[in-house]
């Protein structure tokens, strides 16, 4: 099970971490990545991190403002949000699979998150 918490409401170019804490299983043993969706719309990736936290992966529309990162020991996947724009304004989900890597596409993750919004205002 994995629970997402974080989301809330910022103005433009503030910060926001999204933490995804996962219940049940070895989190080491899985991949995981962020995802987000806005009504309307099909869910899009967003960032993805090894089961080992040693590669990162990022959409073109967060590189270098978003990092994903985890701690194994805790269980837990962050996503760290900086010089947030209101166009990050979407319902974040976390993600995971039992693999080393599960890629930027959504159909490849087994198990998510309930979601938490982000809402950015200008």
């Known amino acids: 099970q994995l629970q997402a918490s974080g989301g809330g409401l910022v103005q433009a170019g503030g910060s926001l971490r999204l933490s995804c804490a996962a219940s049940?299983?070895?989190?080491?043993?899985?991949?995981a990545g962020w995802f987000r969706q806005t009504p309307g719309k099909e869910r899009e990736f967003v960032a993805a991190?090894?089961?080992?936290?040693?590669?990162?992966y990022y959409s073109d529309s967060v590189k270098g403002r978003f990092t994903i990162s985890r701690d194994n020991a805790k269980n837990t996947v962050y996503l760290q949000m900086n010089s947030l724009k209101p166009e990050d304004t979407a319902v974040y989900y976390c993600?995971?699979?039992?693999?080393?890597?599960?890629?930027?596409?959504?159909?490849?993750?087994?198990?998510w998150g309930q979601g938490t919004l982000v809402t950015v205002s200008s």
């Open positions: 993600a995971a699979k039992y693999i080393a890597y599960a890629g930027t596409h959504q159909y490849n993750y087994d198990y």
């Open positions: 049940g299983r070895t989190f080491s043993s899985y991949a």
């Open positions: 991190i090894r089961r080992s936290g040693g590669d990162t």
